[in-house]
């Protein structure tokens, strides 16, 4: 690999002047007109326009069981959906990769495609990342004894190089693109307005249950995250500290150095999670990285605030001290702590093949809607869980699938999902795939059973923690407080018989929406009655003579034509109404 020396690849003043004139001009070019041009040439090119205005595409997705040419025709938008994706960048490459998440709105098909999208892209020229460096960094490039100019990852949003510091460490060298946030925010913007035109089509049942614009705002609130490393170093540090502490077989990487654009960490020497050599490790070695992995991770989970992208090929093996590495902490899942609590608690109700109690904890998790029949709905829940009771990793019913497929029926059943569960779900999905990984001898399903004790610890605290009981203590103390006075005011009210009581009845969106169709129906019928009507009127009674150079014949027959259109149109408005209902 090539070795370039500070000295050799130094910036005089002139080739910095013109790089930052170059990144200027990219970033100008960078407008809503141009990317929203952009965007749509993509998906013209990819043909994915014209299959998703075939409106019985969209009756597919809430379809349970779909025969194999209907799962081949989604596989085919799965595999468009990820071209397009691809082509259009880093912000569409990320939204890919949380909708690989969501099967609770895409068919397997389609997420089962776009979990290969690739976010590997060619790297920029060497020049912007020295320039960058040099810009970044407090001694700019004189922080480095050697870089490689070769990348050893080269992703949409950052590239990473191999170097070494001065004081001798090897390093690793993170350096987002120069163009990467203003795309972002351009993407966004755009997506965000297609988003809100999208929800207005919802039918009124999923729009009560799916919110896109506060979906959007949630992922590319943490996706923005992504571009600021001194949070993503912050992050590494606090787990660094929690994993060596708590755990043997646990270590984060060392961080040297952070920036907004650029970070260096200790270069970690290893094998991925899936490539390490099985005789590296004893049996019982291998157990206990398996569970100090899943502890910290339940831990992390716990807290609602985790790495949410941990599949096999985040975590290396290190080769010097046979210790675990999580490593790229850009994607950071956040979720409210009284959801996780419910999610463990029903996996301990499962275990324990307590399927009523295990669908109630679900039943705290998702959030039914007006539209929700929650007896329906814990039947449902009832009767998943039962295949999860000592089910083992390598069965259809895998702890990994559990969480997922409680999105899935609440979704089905019009419940509002909270934002970070599906990731929350995918990442816990994840850390089976990594246990299975390193230890396939061992359920999953007793990994987690060994770390109860933790669970319930963090669930008793912050049950009976003060600070978050202070609010219940005020409430219930100015409840008591202010008691007599409020029974007075009541009684004073019974005693001048000046005792009111004010309703308000408020119609739900989907009964007001179906009375304004029915009104308008009934007076687009009346219209066309009326003009049928004086039609007939007109040619029994009227005499033969001529209004504005029509006949009474001539006036008639536009009077039946256009009674004719008018019901025609009434009639296609009811089969459409009923077409749109169908797709979901």
């Not at 290893?270 to 991770?297: C, N, S």
Request: proline content about 3%; overall charge positive; charged content about 25%.
């Amino acid at each position: 690999m090539e070795v370039a020396e500070k000295r050799a690849f130094g910036l005089t003043a002139a080739e910095m002047e013109q790089i930052k004139r170059e990144i200027d001009k990219y970033k100008a070019e960078i407008s809503k007109a141009k990317r929203q041009r952009k965007i749509v040439g993509v998906i013209a090119k990819h043909g994915l326009g014209y299959i998703l205005n075939d409106s019985s595409i969209f009756r597919l997705f809430r379809k349970r069981n779909r025969s194999p040419e209907e799962s081949e025709k989604l596989q085919k938008i799965g595999r468009r959906m990820r071209m397009v994706f691809e082509d259009l960048g880093p912000t569409f490459i990320k939204l890919g990769q949380v909708l690989v998440t969501r099967n609770d709105i895409l068919p397997e098909e389609i997420t089962l495609e776009l979990e290969s999208l690739l976010d590997k892209v060619p790297p920029i020229h060497f020049d912007y990342i020295k320039y960058i460096l040099e810009t970044e960094l407090p001694e700019g490039l004189d922080t480095f004894e050697s870089i490689d100019a070769e990348p050893i990852g080269s992703a949409s949003l950052a590239q990473v190089y191999r170097a070494r510091l001065k004081t001798g460490e090897d390093a690793a060298v993170k350096v987002l693109r120069p163009t990467v946030e203003k795309l972002f925010q351009t993407d966004i913007s755009i997506i965000k307005k297609w988003a809100r035109r999208l929800q207005k089509q919802l039918p009124v049942e999923m729009a009560a249950s799916l919110d896109l614009n506060e979906l959007l705002n949630d992922y590319y609130g943490g996706s923005m995250d992504e571009l600021n490393l001194v949070r993503e170093a912050r992050t590494m540090e606090e787990h660094h500290k929690i994993a060596e502490n708590r755990f043997e077989w646990l270590r984060g990487p060392d961080v040297y150095l952070a920036t907004k654009n650029v970070l260096v960490m200790e270069f970690i020497d290893g094998w991925t999670i899936k490539d390490f050599p099985v005789d590296f490790f004893t049996f019982e070695e291998r157990l206990q990285i398996m569970l100090d992995l899943a502890h910290y991770y339940i831990e992390s989970f716990m807290n609602g605030n985790y790495h949410a992208d941990a599949h096999g090929s985040n975590i290396l093996i290190c080769k010097k001290t046979r210790k675990a590495v999580p490593i790229d902490w850009g994607m950071i899942g956040k979720m409210d702590t009284m959801h996780t609590q419910a999610i463990f608690r029903f996996l301990m109700h499962t275990r324990l093949n307590q399927a009523e109690d295990a669908a109630e904890c679900a039943m705290d998790v998702v959030m039914p809607t007006i539209y929700t029949d929650t007896i329906k709905l814990r039947d449902q829940y009832r009767a998943m869980f039962l295949n999860y009771v000592n089910s083992t990793q390598g069965e259809k019913y895998n702890w990994g699938r559990l969480v997922l497929e409680l999105i899935n029926i609440g979704m089905m059943n019009y419940c509002k999902i909270p934002n970070g569960l599906a990731l929350w779900a995918k990442a816990f999905s994840a850390t089976e795939g990594t246990a299975r990984w390193i230890c396939p001898e061992v359920s999953y399903h007793h990994v987690v059973e060994s770390a109860d004790t933790a669970v319930m610890k963090g669930v008793i605290g912050r049950r009976f923690n003060y600070r978050a009981n202070a609010t219940w203590i005020t409430e219930f103390v100015k409840m008591f407080g202010t008691m007599p006075r409020r029974i007075n005011k009541i009684l004073e009210h019974f005693y001048y018989n000046d005792f009111r009581m004010n309703m308000q009845m408020r119609v739900d969106k989907r009964t007001e929406n179906m009375a304004n169709q029915i009104m308008n129906r009934l007076a687009l019928t009346m219209i066309v009655a009326s003009i049928i009507i004086a039609t007939g009127l007109i040619m029994s009674n009227m005499p033969d003579v001529e209004f504005f150079g029509l006949t009474k014949a001539a006036i008639a027959s536009t009077g039946l034509a256009l009674g004719l259109v008018l019901g025609l149109y009434l009639l296609w408005r009811i089969w459409r109404t009923r077409k749109t209902r169908s797709f979901f």
